[in-house]
């Protein structure tokens, strides 16, 4: 006789396993520790076999009535239902590992050793928040051109066109790496090369001298999280690159020697980097160690616990003050070096403190000269200058 719901849910456990019949080689069979199994037995090629299709409740009577049918089916057709379950399984196996996240996970574990640790990261840190949320579970089969040229066109949109060929770039090596594996022959990131205009030497919007005391008016007012406006404030005072400030860690800082070393694995160019802070340098420092000192990072993420903030939060603040366009944390070591040289000072101490690689190679050899003194104090005019701005400010609110 055919089961019911209230049969199997007031079935007791014993001591020893028992069933409950449904009819046709489908049962439910009860266990000591209380679960409840659905099995269908079934015969194929002269030899008895059993399918387990699950546990009670959470496949329903009705749910194990039809897989039981469906087995029937396999049977009749010659076909072992047990058998075709595993096919099936295999096959959502090899899929989920064709996935594009997956094979850019196991790309960039292949690659890393190549790489530097920072490097590595970005790249981790670009694919998490703009590629595998759109492409990640996608077979690497299904991916067209238009959905990268729609992804790549996304990232640009935000002013970040370089990122975005970096994007593309990688998009392209993790197919390269697929095909290497024969698991595709495709890829749809190729004929994209070129798509993006290209930036060459382009200048990253400097904001203009005469706006100093208004940006600062502005940052003073918009509700950000206190590290990150002094991420803004420190970017504009010791003018290092973005990524530079941005990974900034405590363990870099040298109180007493007022500088701050970035190492040589940390740099656009592998040179350890030396910042000479100025008084408000270390005194806004010291603000921020209060909010993030007890960490490794001066600017921590808050959605990553071991990473620091994303590229997008300063071009974010900036952009939210009504400068999008006019100023970008890049521009700010323009203004830098434009008010450096006009005030006339060395113009190799000026390079030095940008951290730029002398082009001329001979020039650059016998030019190894720090510039110690001269950065120190030409950082504190500079400090002091904004600060006069800041303090302009901060009476006009």
């Keep these: ?9 007031n079935a007791k456990p014993s001591e020893k396993q028992y069933k409950l019949s449904d009819g046709h080689s489908l049962y439910v069979l009860i266990k000591p520790n209380g679960g409840k199994y659905w099995r269908f037995d079934y015969t194929i090629d002269g030899k008895r076999k059993t399918l387990s299709i699950g546990t009670y409740p959470t496949i329903s009577l009705a ?20 058998e075709a379950k595993q096919q099936e399984k295999q096959i ?27 490097h590595a990261d970005r790249i981790i840190s670009e694919m998490q928040k703009d590629v595998f949320p759109f492409l990640g579970q996608k077979q690497i089969d299904d991916i067209s051109v238009t959905d990268i040229k729609v992804l790549i066109d996304r990232i640009a949109g935000r002013g970040a066109n370089v990122t975005a060929e970096k994007v593309r770039q990688w998009i392209q090596a993790i197919y390269n790496y697929a095909a290497m594996l024969e698991i595709t022959d495709r890829n749809p990131a190729a004929p994209l090369r070129g798509f993006l205009a290209k930036g060459g030497n382009r200048h990253m919007p400097a904001l203009p001298r005469e706006k100093v005391t208004e940006f600062y008016q502005r940052l003073g007012m918009v509700n950000v999280y206190p590290q990150n406006r002094l991420a803004v404030m420190l970017v504009m005072l010791v003018f290092v690159r973005s990524t530079e400030l941005r990974g900034g860690e405590w363990s870099e800082i040298d109180w007493q020697a007022k500088t701050w070393t970035i190492p040589a694995s940390r740099m656009k160019r592998p040179h350890m980097h030396i910042v000479p802070l100025s008084d408000w340098a270390i005194e ?10 007890q960490g490794r990072y001066m600017f921590p993420s808050r959605i990553n616990a071991d ?16 400068y999008k366009g006019q100023a970008t944390p890049h521009g700010f070591r323009s ?33 190894r000269a720090e510039y110690t003194e001269e950065r120190q104090t030409m950082m504190q005019w500079y400090s ?3 600060k006069a701005r800041y303090e302009q400010a901060k009476c006009m609110e």
């Excluded at 005030?343 to 050899?365: T, W, Y």
């Design 384 to 386: 002091d200058w904004l």
């Design 335 to 367: 203004l830098a070096s434009s008010l450096l040289n006009e005030k006339g000072f060395n113009p190799d101490a000026i390079e030095r403190q940008l951290a730029h690689i002398e082009s001329n190679k001979i020039r650059a050899a016998y030019n």
């Design 307 to 322: 990473g620091y903030i994303s590229e997008g939060t300063l071009n974010n603040i900036i952009n939210s003050l009504g």
């Design 92 to 118: 959502k196996q090899a899929a989920m590992l064709h996935t594009f996240e997956y094979l850019a996970m196991q790309w960039h574990r292949a690659n890393a050793h190549r790489w530097k640790q920072i």
């Design 63 to 82: 749910e194990a009535r039809q897989a039981a049918e469906d087995a029937r089916r396999l049977v009749a057709n010659g076909q072992s239902p047990s």
């Design 1 to 9: 006789m055919p089961l019911n719901d209230r049969q199997i849910k």
């Design 284 to 293: 806004l420092l010291r603000e921020l160690h209060g909010l993030t000192g």
